[in-house]
């Protein structure tokens, strides 16, 4: 019923600059907010950045002052602007969405399939 994609994972030199996205569809009723994460290989799954419906962010400490989250919210989208990236920045990165379907109860966790990003020196 909902699904979640992103979208612009690929290539990019250390020190350069990617751009992801990430549309979350179906039925919707609200959106509580959306999240940016990552693994590596041989690590766990870490957050990058959040955004909530009225637009408040957070960065884990690593990407602060690098990437800039930010959303459409009429689109149900948001992106990751991926500035000045190092080789560990490379991960598979996902998009998840915290979401109802029904116009009461708790948001419910949604995840993308990934995108990987392969920084290179």
């Known amino acids: 019923q909902v699904e979640v994609m992103e979208f612009g994972g690929g290539s990019v030199q250390a020190g350069g600059s990617r751009n992801l996205s990430c549309v979350v569809s179906g039925k919707i009723f609200s959106k509580c907010s959306m999240a940016w994460y990552r693994q590596a290989p041989g690590k766990e799954r870490e957050l990058v950045s959040s955004i909530t419906f009225d637009g408040q962010t957070k960065y884990t400490e690593s990407v602060k002052g690098r990437f800039i989250i930010s959303q459409e919210a009429d689109k149900n989208t948001i992106y990751l602007e991926m500035n000045i990236v190092e080789r560990e920045d490379t991960a598979v990165y996902y998009c998840?969405?915290?979401?109802?379907?029904?116009?009461?109860?708790?948001?419910?966790?949604?995840w993308g399939q990934g995108t990987q990003v392969t920084v290179s020196s």
């Open positions: 998840s969405a915290d979401v109802t379907t029904k116009g009461w109860g708790a948001c419910t966790t949604y």
